[in-house]
């Protein structure tokens, strides 16, 4: 029995062969993905985190409290929104001095790019307006304030459904 071997004669070098480079693509892949990501990490803007959390820590009592006050002088208001224009009734239980003048604070719950503070002037009888700077669409935090700081009513609006929004200080307590 005679064997022979023979060689081929069609034989390519590795880098024109068709396999090593399919094997070599998936890792290729996974680091090209890897950069990216690192990428993404380090360009964009993580709004959610803050430097100064022990800060905010502490203005945690310091909101409770006007909170309460609120709470304390049956604050209640009533916010309605007709294009750019918004409106709201600011009544009470008792007898309370209303500001000339309130903030209304809209936050996005994950856009801090769209927050819009909105002066609110007051027209008489409880009755305030402003203008809105930005277009409202979708779930917002809302938050109304006098201009000293002693009381603040807060809660959440679904600004698309056209219903006006009810503050009312006991139900937040």
Known sequence: MNRTMT???????????????????????????????LWLAVVSNDGLVTDDYYKQGLAVNQRLQRDHKAGGLGLHADIMRSGDKVRLLLGADGQVNLPPAITLKLAHPTRSGLDQAVQMVAEGQGFYSGKLTGELAGRWLVSLEDPAGEWRLHGEWLADTGEPLRLDAKAAN
């Open 7 to 37: 060689l081929r004669s069609d034989s390519q070098p590795w880098y024109r062969e068709r396999w090593p480079w399919l094997l070599m693509a998936g890792p290729a892949i996974v680091i090209v993905a890897g950069i990216v990501t």
